[in-house]
């Protein structure tokens, strides 16, 4: 079977750890992979694809062994091939970064099988909300979604916590909740008082979700990529000394790590959840509990990040078969 693999990513926000380019080329060496192209929102001639969604033609970058993160940009303007339709591919493999952009997943699952699109954009509405970890909540730590601010001040009863907004993403708009004190992401210090001004958006659009706040957060927080079911890697990340947040932009450390029993079963666990709904790769998060157990504290499902770090962490090709288990799940759900 020769398939060929349309990626769609925006270059514009890429680093040279973006993960696109090295599973792009692990792609492009799968023996079952005829052809590989990477489309980017940010070349001008995609806008109609991307943005206003009346066409379904795209310029796109054809993958060869040399393909790499160009600092300038200027491959996805300069080295674009003429427009090819979107029926021309077999597969979709979905690279985008947040913020989601609801009308042009709507456009791409009516204009494209769904079941060759990974992940699955309706799939990725559902899971890419904060408060679809209360669907999970067996292998989290204890957490509510709270719609005002009585709701929290109830759990805070009970709790530490971090507050975390449902579409939030980086770790932006996190608070934490200590002692009638929130502390955002940031540093920033306020009264629980001012929550209600502070959160009002967020309880007026479904809600915030609450997590009790794990004082054992300085043991790291560990992204593992799981797919097709199968976890390809760990990496542990480590907060900058008295941070609260395991974020390496802000000062923290990455490395690689092994996974614990618990969290092999917590990847199962979910897997279970949303493979079926056309989750086929999946980034979760676990940290250490009071009991010195992992427990799953994120899942992202947009575009899993990490994995060309993970090579070069681990010494080996995490990217290889990250491809290979990605193929493998298209066999097995592709319409």
């Known amino acids: 079977m020769a398939i060929r693999v349309l990626v769609l990513v925006d270059h514009a926000g890429h680093s040279k750890e973006n993960s696109a380019y090295s599973l792009s080329k692990a792609l492009f060496r799968h023996p079952e992979v005829d052809q590989v192209l990477v489309a980017s929102r940010s070349t001008p001639e995609n806008a109609s694809f991307f943005f206003s969604c009346d066409s379904i033609s795209i310029k796109a970058i054809t993958v060869h062994s040399d393909f790499a993160f160009d600092p300038s940009g200027a491959q996805f303007n300069e080295m674009v091939g003429p427009f090819k339709s979107i029926h021309e591919f077999d597969l979709i493999l979905l690279r985008l970064p947040h913020p989601i952009h609801l009308p042009f997943f709507n456009y791409l699952e009516t204009q494209f099988d ?3 699109i990974i992940n699955r954009p309706s799939a990725i509405r559902i899971t890419g909300s904060k408060d ?3 669907h999970v909540s067996e292998v989290c730590p204890p957490m509510r979604l709270c719609r005002s601010l009585t709701d929290v001040i109830s759990f805070h009863d009970k709790y530490d916590l971090v507050l975390k907004p449902l579409r939030s993403y980086g770790g932006v708009g996190l608070f934490k909740l200590q002692n009638g004190m929130l502390v955002s992401e940031k540093g920033e210090t306020f009264p629980l008082t001012d929550g209600g001004h502070l959160f ?13 706040y794990l004082s054992n957060v300085n043991q790291g927080d560990k992204r593992i990529v799981v797919v097709n079911g199968k976890v390809a890697a760990a990496s ?3 907060p900058a000394p ?3 947040l395991c974020n390496v932009s802000q000062g923290g450390i990455s490395q690689g790590s092994d996974i614990t029993p ?3 079963y917590i990847a199962n666990f979910v897997h279970a959840k949303i493979g079926a709904m056309g989750i086929g790769i999946f980034g979760m ?3 250490v509990d009071d009991d010195g157990e992992r427990v799953l504290s994120e899942i992202n499902t947009l575009s899993v990040g990490g994995i060309g770090p993970m090579d070069i962490q681990h010494q080996r090709s995490v990217s290889d078969m990250v491809a290979a288990e990605t193929i493998h799940y298209f066999k097995q759900n592709a319409k």
């Open 285 to 287: 998060d676990t940290l």
């Open 236 to 238: 542990l990340r480590l």
């Open 200 to 212: 009002s958006h967020q309880f007026e659009n479904g809600g915030i979700l609450a997590m009790k």
């Open 262 to 264: 618990r969290e092999s």
């Open 242 to 244: 008295g941070s609260w």
């Open 132 to 134: 679809f970890l209360l």
């Open 114 to 116: 769904p079941s060759r």
